[in-house]
Structures are given as structure tokens and as C-alpha cells.
């Protein structure tokens, strides 16, 4: 694999941004930005391509300065309480290709000071979309449990989100599945550490993770009835 575009200059650059999380102050430092953080990645995304092609074909990987797989790092303050302009990690999204017709699963990494992941599936998915993953799991729950707790991908990733306080409706309370069931995330994630993300290896180990993911996307694309 080429080496790793990514330094220490880039978490330096993201706690500085939260601490001085204002425009005039990203507009004075805007070029820093662009050298060390919007461009290596960019050349980082890039690395992913080829290797990806071949173990997650349905996965975009956009090596892009905008509209790509890194996720513009202005927020969106029209409905939020929080108005600081900026965030403070960098995102880069994965998207599956089916994605602009439903909401498809995908991949995440996060970059931030205080903690990264690689995350893998559906966080809140809409309403269709839930239903079907749950009628899978229903009638697949050998299957479901075996995508997310072999020992390799166990290793690495846990499911996290957020689970209904009540069991889903058509689903009874006593259904040997309703801890699954109830699940309203489908997301699995596995932590890097920032010596992870800076180090040589850094792309082998994301593909790694990725292709450890596999079984956990095919059983969610199929609840959708999409290729993974």
C-alpha cells in the first residue's frame, strides 16, 4: 500500500477548530485546512478504491474535494440549537450505490481528537427500510446472529444505537429475537485509535475491517433486497 497521507497535523488542526470554532477564524486558516486535512484525505480515500473494487463492490468510494465520500465539514445550523458553524471531526461516507433510491446500508469513518470509529449498516433507518430488516431477522435468526457474532468480525465490532423501550409492533414481547427487534439502529462499530489512523498501514487495516464486515452488510442489503 503507498504511504499514509495522513499526520499528526491533522487532529492538531481539529482541536484548534474546537477551540476557535468561527468563521473569520476558519476563513484565516482555511489553507491549513486544505494541507491537512481536506487534501490527505482525499489522497487516503483514494488509496481505498482499487481494494475495495474487489471486496465491496457496491460501496461508492468518491476521492473528491466535495460531492465525494469526505463530508463537507460545515454543519447544517438551520435546525439545531447549536450554531458553531464548523465540525470538529472529519466524516467520510461510503455509500452504497442503491442509496439514492433507499436508504441503503453503508460505511462510516470518523475522525475526531477524542475518538474514531469505523462504523458499518444502517443508523435510523426509515420506516420501510426498519420493517425489513426486522422481517429478516424474524425469519432468518440463525443467520442474523451468525453476521454479527462470528469471532473475527466479534473481535472488532459491537452493535451500538439505540433499541425501543416497547417491543415493535407485530412482534410479540416473548419473541425469542425482541432484544434484536427492538433495535432501531443497525450499526456495528469498531474503534480506531488515532495510532491506528496515522499509522503506515492505515488503508490495509480500514479494507481489512470493511471486508470483516461483509457477512453484517450482505444480511442487511438482502433484507432490502440489494446486492452487497
Not at 463492490?57 to 440549537?81: C, E, N, Q, Y
Not at 426498519?130 to 459491537?158: C, G, T, V, W
Not at 412482534?171 to 489512523?197: C, G, N, W
Request: with cysteine.
Amino acid at each position: 500500500m503507498p504511504d499514509n497521507p495522513l499526520t499528526p497535523a491533522l487532529f492538531e488542526f481539529l482541536e484548534d477548530l474546537r477551540d476557535h470554532n468561527e468563521r473569520d477564524w476558519f476563513n484565516e486558516h482555511k489553507s491549513v485546512y486544505e494541507q491537512v486535512v481536506r487534501d490527505p484525505v482525499v489522497a487516503w480515500i483514494e488509496q481505498w478504491i482499487r481494494p475495495l473494487a474487489r471486496s465491496a463492490p457496491m460501496l461508492s468510494v468518491v476521492a473528491k474535494r466535495s460531492r465525494g465520500s469526505l463530508i463537507r465539514i460545515h454543519r447544517d445550523t438551520r435546525f439545531s440549537r447549536d450554531k458553531t458553524p464548523y465540525k470538529t471531526n472529519v466524516g467520510i461516507s461510503l455509500r452504497h450505490q442503491a442509496d439514492g433510491d433507499i436508504h441503503a446500508p453503508g460505511v462510516y469513518v470518523h475522525l475526531a481528537p477524542d475518538e474514531c470509529f469505523l462504523g458499518a449498516g444502517c443508523w435510523r433507518p426509515p420506516r420501510e427500510a426498519l420493517a425489513a430488516i426486522r422481517a429478516s431477522i424474524d425469519a432468518n435468526p440463525k443467520e442474523y446472529q451468525q453476521a454479527h457474532r462470528r469471532k473475527a468480525f466479534a473481535a472488532d465490532f459491537k452493535l451500538a444505537g439505540e433499541r425501543l423501550k416497547t417491543s415493535p409492533r407485530d412482534y410479540a414481547k416473548d419473541h425469542p429475537m425482541i432484544d434484536e427487534l427492538r433495535r432501531i439502529d443497525f450499526i456495528a462499530v469498531s474503534p480506531l485509535t488515532r495510532q491506528d489512523v496515522l499509522a503506515n498501514d492505515a488503508t490495509s487495516e480500514i479494507v481489512r475491517r470493511i471486508r470483516l464486515a461483509k457477512p453484517w452488510m450482505q444480511f442487511l442489503c438482502g433484507a432490502m433486497d440489494i446486492p452487497y
